[in-house]
């Protein structure tokens, strides 16, 4: 099992930013992929970016490709997000996630694991 908390939610005006972590616990969490996506009200999940158990390789929606990075500190069993240039258009609940299998994948159904989310709001 693995288990999931993200943290580092809140309110932001547009071209501010935010630093979004992802503490995972439970055995093996070195061998899998994480993933964000984020959620706005009425819209379906959508994916943000995710990245390798190494941290070597990543991969990121066009959405928010220049204004977010993905990184990983083994060490202390966190995922971040960097979030700059917010826009009000990125205001959803975002959620981090792991996936059991190689390879980066952008698809929520290929994720086995789920955080209970944390909301990020963007005021223009």
């Known amino acids: 099992q693995v288990q999931l908390v993200e943290s580092g939610g809140g309110l932001v005006q547009a071209g501010g930013s935010l630093r979004l972590s992802c503490a995972l616990s439970?055995?093996?969490?070195?061998?899998?992929?994480t993933g964000w996506f984020r959620q706005a009200p009425g819209k379906e999940r959508e994916f943000v970016a995710a990245i390798s158990w190494s941290g070597t390789t990543t991969m990121s929606a066009d959405s928010v490709k220049g204004r977010f990075t993905i990184s990983r500190d083994n060490a202390k069993n966190t995922v971040y997000l960097q979030m700059n240039s917010l826009k009000p258009e990125d205001t959803a609940v975002y959620y981090c996630?792991?996936?059991?299998?190689?390879?980066?994948?952008?698809?929520?159904?290929?994720?086995?694991?789920w955080g209970q989310g944390t909301q990020v709001t963007v005021s223009s």
């Open positions: 996630a792991v996936q059991r299998t190689s390879g980066l994948k952008s698809g929520a159904s290929e994720y086995n694991y």
């Open positions: 439970g055995r093996t969490f070195l061998f899998y992929t």
